[in-house]
């Protein structure tokens, strides 16, 4: 008996975990294939998109601005600073834009999501839902899961682009660079794969951010507290998916 | 008159609690059951295992005399209206936007609206609540939107789960007064789920006595005060046995 009991508890830890996981796959599938209303998924366009835009721009902009310096002043040490342009583009479109990009939805999108969701879970209005005869992952995750996989994507182009800028502000403006020059050296060693590699890595993101969000606001406890602790949940999955997939992703797109 | 919704040895148990062990009701087309029992006896799960909300163990909901399967139960909802506890109205949505969820797809919105606007006078709120934000709306209100939202389809079937919970006694005595007029209107059977005796008196035909999952009393309002079942007894004259 006392041989067998870590045993046995390892084993009802990875049955739980096993179950788990199954649980969110079924529930990843049905958010993912089912019709969505289309009111609902405009005003999520709207939450997910259009008003994170100021977050994830100005989050872009000083990023760009502090690779430029980074790059420019190491690039120095063996006279290639001039390829700083180059390396702030790539930089921006391959990796810290759809990462920092992700990120900054997560925080602001994750957390909106399941606070929102795990309310109407403890005040009762996804019953209510389903007394209508209204499928609430129709009306409450298909939507969201969608206008996140878009409207990410358009985020990270959208980001990309500022924070090429906030480099070129510092290039011309503090490092000597000629805005011409500046430009050229962007666009000269950048490549459509690194764009497109990006906005895919955005769309992975937003996928993860909507579902973490749904998934730990639909599976909310009861009250104040359960509703906060749905909201940490699905902001620290969000942001480990998001590291962990730009990982894989990563490998599969440049190894 | 066979009954329009009836349930059989419902069971339904969370890890080692049993919550419903056995639970047989029966509701008659045009009926007004009230179930009550001391918080957590199993009302609300009740309610769930019935609206499918919760799987049961074992046991049967029946609905028209067959079987409520997950293949009829849109059909079982089409006809179906609900109050809430907390009236339940989606906060992103206002008044009237609430009371047509279901006709806004099939009516469209000026149709459905004028639909909204009717039902909110039945239960008196007037055009000036419907463009509001639930947030807007006092508990009282809030309770009568709920109440309009559940009646607007004309459903066959209405659940009241704590209708007066949270509400003063001059505003509970009016949500009474409309659910007893409602149903009395409409010819829709009624549970509702309580322990406000006001209200079991108000709107109730038949009362059942839910306690440690099971139906421990079942009779007409009129004859719930002379039982002698130690459950109902108690639970009328609110008497604590430790």
């Known amino acids: ?255 | 008159m066979s009954p329009v919704l009836e349930t059989r040895a419902l069971t339904k148990s969370f890890g080692a609690q049993t919550v419903l062990a056995g639970v047989d009701l029966a509701v008659a087309p045009g009926e007004s059951l009230v179930v009550i029992g001391q918080s957590g006896t199993g009302k609300s799960v009740l309610l769930k295992c019935i609206l499918g909300l919760e799987t049961p163990d074992a046991g049967q909901v029946l609905w028209q005399g067959a079987a409520l399967t997950a293949a009829r139960r849109p059909a079982f909802l089409d006809g179906f209206g609900m109050l809430f506890q907390g009236a339940a109205l989606f906060d992103s949505l206002t008044v009237w936007q609430n009371v047509a969820f279901r006709l806004r797809a099939r009516l469209g919105d000026r149709k459905a609206r004028a639909v909204a606007l009717e039902k909110l006078a039945r239960v008196g709120l007037g055009p000036e609540v419907a463009d509001l934000h639930p947030a807007a709306l006092s508990g009282g209100m809030a309770k009568r939107a709920g109440l309009a939202r559940a009646i607007a389809t004309d459903p066959k079937v209405i659940f009241f789960d704590e209708p007066t919970t949270g509400l003063d006694p001059i505003r509970a005595a009016r949500i009474n007064a409309l659910i007893r007029d409602i149903v009395t209107e409409t010819g829709a059977s009624a549970i509702t789920i309580t322990h406000d005796m006001t209200t079991v008196r108000c709107v109730g035909d038949r009362v059942a006595m839910l306690a440690g999952g099971r139906v421990w009393w079942q009779g007409d309002v009129s004859a719930m005060d002379a039982a002698t079942e130690p459950h109902l007894h108690d639970f009328i004259r609110g008497i604590w046995r430790p």
């Open chain 1, 1 to 255: 008996m006392i041989l067998t009991a870590p045993v046995s508890g390892l084993g009802r830890v990875v049955l739980a975990a096993l179950r788990g996981t199954g649980r969110m796959a079924i529930f990843a599938a049905r958010g993912l294939f089912a019709m969505p209303d289309p009111r609902e998924f405009l005003r999520q366009m709207v939450q997910i998109g259009w008003l994170s835009l100021p977050v994830v721009g100005l989050t872009a902009l000083f990023t760009g601005a502090a690779l430029a310096l980074q790059m420019y002043s190491g690039g120095e040490r063996f006279a290639a600073g001039d390829v700083m342009p180059a390396v702030v583009a790539i930089g921006m479109a391959r990796e810290l834009g759809p990462v920092l990009g992700g990120l900054m939805v997560a925080a602001r999108v994750a957390s909106s999501i399941a606070a929102e969701i795990g309310t109407m879970r403890v005040t009762e209005q996804i019953d209510a839902l389903v007394t209508l005869s209204a499928d609430p992952i129709r009306h409450l995750v298909t939507p969201r899961i969608w206008a996140a996989i878009l409207a990410v994507p358009m985020l990270v182009g959208v980001g990309d682009v500022i924070g090429i800028m906030g480099g070129w502000i510092v290039g011309t403006q503090s490092l000597g660079f000629t805005s011409a020059a500046y430009i050229n050296g962007s666009w000269s060693f950048l490549e459509s794969w690194d764009v497109i590699s990006g906005l895919l890595k955005g769309a992975v993101f937003g996928l993860i951010v909507a579902l973490s969000g749904c998934w730990f606001g639909m599976n909310a406890g009861r009250g104040a507290a359960g509703v906060g602790r749905a909201t940490k949940y699905a902001v620290v999955a969000a942001a480990v998916g998001i590291f962990a997939a730009n990982f894989i992703l990563t490998g599969i797109f440049f190894a």
